[in-house]
């Protein structure tokens, strides 16, 4: 069982070999893959977190397509002196498929 910690966005997910990870905008270079910075590695009983091994190992995504996220409101409200605001926003994401860890 090998899996890895990656740095997804601002974020950390926990990915193997085919899991389906939505993260923040990547861009993809001209094959449609991305490489993933790993914090963790987990292959079997050996557990990898120095920065210097983890330099050696590449954990690669193929890009499923780009999305936005659902559509958040912000609203501000003072009592009593007419102020209001509204405010929306829909971040950028990225589907990748993790296609290896090595």
Known sequence: MVY???????RQEKVEVGTIVTMDRVQADK????????VLLVDGDKITSDAKSLAKV???AEVLGDLRGPKIVIQKFKNKTGYKKRQ???????????????
């Not at 094959?31 to 790993?38: I, Y």
């Not at 929306?88 to 090595?102: A, S």
Request: charged share 20%; no cysteine; aromatic share 0%.
């Open 31 to 38: 094959d449609g893959n991305v490489q993933l910075t790993p």
């Open 4 to 10: 890895a910690v990656v740095r997804a966005g601002g």
């Open 88 to 102: 929306g926003h829909r971040q950028d994401l990225t589907r990748v498929k993790v296609t290896g860890i090595k």
């Open 58 to 60: 590449t954990v690669t």
